[in-house]
């Protein structure tokens, strides 16, 4: 273990000092999918274990790594008693993942958090405030951070920040876009049926499951709307979500859009007291009008993403280049995003 302190350049003693003032209430499980993860997690942890919160369990799910982040988990176990990991035999993905913390978990309040991303002191505290504060909210969400290896990026505003927009996409039968971190309880989760998985199998190693599952758990929840539930954003930011340079990729952009179809399409069927369609038989129902509408979108969605990294990374004429592209592929998504930046000012 000192050579873990000493990998890491941080004094764990001071790592797990719990702060002066703590707030305790209805205990909160707080899940971490983690995979090959040692450069980030003691960060992390260190943020989870500081937080003004004190009603913790701090559940990591191991998926089979093959570096330290097992031993490091470990270590801050023995040193505080609300951490402790599960491990998956083989690694199964983050579907997988976050279903098993689910099963796993102690408490009745669930929250899930990246193992590379920072939360900030309050984020708990505000979260479960936030629930409590009126017992037909479904589930809590904040903006974030989002940051690479030298700089803040901006601040990630999504989701519904009023009960009105929530039921607007209720009733309107839209897709529900939330963010991490949220709070929601583990009784909704498992009356939905829990995180999905094996959605797909196939021969080409694409696991179908691990694209755009929050999405599809937090519209399955959507349906428990109908006697007004429903959820909320807060309008600031309660963690860091890291970007790495080397996630600024588009190569998965095809298979996101197809997931969040087939997303829309169970919940319009769900809604209509009709059993949901699989994802094959989904994808094999589009007519070719379809599948010609769908490249194009998926093309502007590209263009989009392309658009943001250009912000991010302050190139400016590459921001306008994919801007027009974007204009010029799909205006009606031009205008749904511009719709949104206004709704979150």
């Known amino acids: 273990m000192d050579d873990l302190r000493q990998r890491h350049g941080r004094?764990?003693?001071e790592a797990v000092t719990?702060?002066?003032e703590t707030m305790t209430?209805?205990?909160?499980?707080i899940i971490v999918c983690a995979y090959n993860a040692e450069k980030d997690i003691p960060e992390t942890l260190d943020s989870l274990i500081a937080q003004s919160y004190e009603a913790l369990e701090i559940l990591v799910v191991d998926d089979a790594s093959t570096d330290a982040t097992p031993e490091i988990v470990r270590d801050y176990a023995r040193r505080d008693a609300r951490v402790r990991i599960v491990?998956?035999?083989e690694n199964r993905g983050l579907a997988h993942g976050r279903k098993t913390g689910v099963a796993e978990a102690s408490h009745e309040l669930l929250t899930f958090i990246d193992a590379d991303d920072i939360a900030m002191p309050g984020m708990?505290?505000?979260l479960v405030e936030a629930l409590l504060a009126d017992d037909t909210r479904l589930g809590v969400s904040a903006y974030r951070v989002y940051f690479d290896d030298t700089r803040d990026l901006g601040v990630q505003k999504v989701g519904p920040t009023t009960r009105d927009d929530y039921m607007r996409l209720y009733d309107g039968q839209k897709l529900v876009f939330l963010s991490y971190p949220n709070l929601v309880r583990k009784t909704d989760v498992l009356a939905v049926g829990g995180y999905r998985v094996d959605v797909m199998p196939n021969d080409n190693g694409i696991r179908y499951e691990d694209f755009c599952e929050d999405l599809d758990m937090w519209?399955?929840?959507s349906d428990l709307s109908a006697d007004g539930r429903y959820f909320i954003t807060l309008k600031e930011p309660l963690s860091r979500y890291r970007k790495p340079a080397g996630s600024m990729s588009t190569k998965n952009v095809r298979i996101m859009q197809d997931k969040m179809r087939w997303i829309k399409d169970c919940l319009r069927h769900r809604r209509a007291g009709k059993p949901e369609r699989s994802f094959a038989d989904f994808l094999a129902s589009r007519t070719a009008w379809e599948r010609f509408s769908d490249r194009r979108a998926n093309a502007a969605a590209g263009f989009y993403k392309n658009a943001g990294f250009a912000y991010a990374s302050r190139n400016y004429p590459?921001?306008?280049w994919y801007l027009l592209l974007t204009g010029l592929t799909s205006p009606k998504l031009v205008r749904q995003k511009a719709a949104t930046q206004r709704a979150n000012r």
Do not use: D, F, K
């Not at 209430?25 to 499980?29: L, Q, R, T």
């Open 18 to 20: 719990q702060p002066a």
């Open 318 to 320: 590459g921001l306008a």
């Open 124 to 126: 708990i505290e505000r």
């Open 219 to 221: 519209c399955r929840m």
């Open 87 to 89: 491990i998956h035999p």
């Open 25 to 29: 209430g209805p205990s909160v499980s």
């Open 11 to 13: 004094n764990r003693e």
